[in-house]
T-cell receptor, first 111, second 114 residues
């Protein structure tokens, strides 16, 4: 079956640092790819998405590019803020049978 | 917009007790899902309903049952709760107007089984 592997944390950075969270996937065919963010005590919110190879998803300064050749969808941000502290989930899927999630990466940004 | 609403938000059960988690969405979505979230395990799919009248097992269905009551509502039932079912449960939905596979989540239901 499909699987998603992402770096596990916690990842601790200083404010204004550059962020990369790695994500790779295995799937048959060409799934859509997603990054979700979860703030403490809340549900998951869609951060960005890409539906085909070479698409770049972006939102709130975060970016990720769908790389078919490396089966990757790494999340990046040029300058993180304390408010970016959260758990980030990479996910893949298509159709109506749900998404497969990675285990999540806990990001801590220190002022 | 309410989006996806789950009840209850918190519940404590004793081993062997039963309970039902309720979920409703107001986005006219066709598909609904139940996931559980455990530390270090990410989110794992329990059951899903691709459309009204159908339900299918996900990755971890044992110990659970579901009912797709109508297009809006999808409930998850624990018939005889076990400590291993202590978790945070999330309901989600997807449907027409969204990119394929994109899910909209509720705020979660935290269940503790003693």
């Amino acid at each position: 079956g499909d699987s998603v592997t992402q770096m596990e944390g916690p990842v601790t950075l200083s404010e204004e640092a550059f962020l990369t969270i790695n994500c790779t996937y295995t799937a048959t065919g060409y799934p859509s790819l997603f990054w979700y963010v979860q703030y403490p005590g809340e549900g998951l919110q869609l951060l960005l998405k890409a539906t085909k190879a070479d698409d770049k998803g972006s939102n709130k300064g975060f970016e990720a590019t769908y790389r078919k050749e490396t089966t990757s969808f790494h999340l990046e941000k040029g300058s993180v803020q304390v408010s970016d502290s959260a758990v980030y989930f990479c996910a893949s899927g298509r159709g109506a049978d749900g998404l497969t999630f990675g285990k999540g990466t806990h990001l801590i940004i220190q002022p | 917009n309410a989006g996806v609403t789950q009840t209850p938000k918190f519940q404590v059960l004793k081993t062997g007790q039963s309970m039902t988690l309720q979920c409703a969405q107001d986005m006219n979505h066709n598909s609904m899902y139940w996931y559980r979230q455990d530390p270090g395990m990410g989110l794992r799919l329990i059951y899903y309903s691709a459309s009204e009248g159908t339900t299918d097992k996900g990755e971890v269905p044992n110990g659970y049952n579901v009912s797709r009551l109508n297009k809006r509502e999808f409930s998850l039932r624990l018939e005889s709760a076990a400590p291993s079912q202590t978790s945070v449960y999330f309901c989600a939905s997807s449907g027409p107007g969204t990119n394929t596979g994109e899910l909209f989540f509720g705020e979660g239901s935290r269940l503790t089984v003693l």
